[in-house]
């Protein structure tokens, strides 16, 4: 006789499971109402699962889709800092890499004497 719970293989005459020690002898009513919480719990376990899968493939589609929002809507060859309403145009920074203190040039003859 097979276990209804660890799906040992048990003798025909044992009234215990040999492994898990669950009853052997059980009715139909019983053993309906086992297959019935059995199927709940996969049921609940594949829900899981496909929950799981959702949510990951959700998270993933929100990433791509921002970087493309990012990448296409940013202006080309230029600094731009994104306004903070909605509609506005894009704020223009300029910035230069020059230094702003003139380099003093001495010439050599001069500083040797």
Partial sequence: MKCFS?????????VFCQVCGSRLDLTAD????????RAEEEAITETE????QILVFAVVLFIISIT??????????ENYLPSATIGAN?????HSTKSKVEKMLVP????WK
Avoid: G, H, M, W
């Fill in 6 to 14: 660890c799906s040992n293989e048990n003798p025909a005459t044992a």
């Fill in 30 to 37: 019983e053993i309906a109402e086992s297959l019935y919480q």
């Fill in 49 to 52: 699962k496909t929950t799981r």
């Fill in 68 to 77: 493309i929002f990012i990448s296409i809507n940013k202006p080309v060859d």
């Fill in 90 to 94: 894009y704020v223009k920074v300029e």
């Fill in 108 to 111: 050599l003859e001069e500083e």
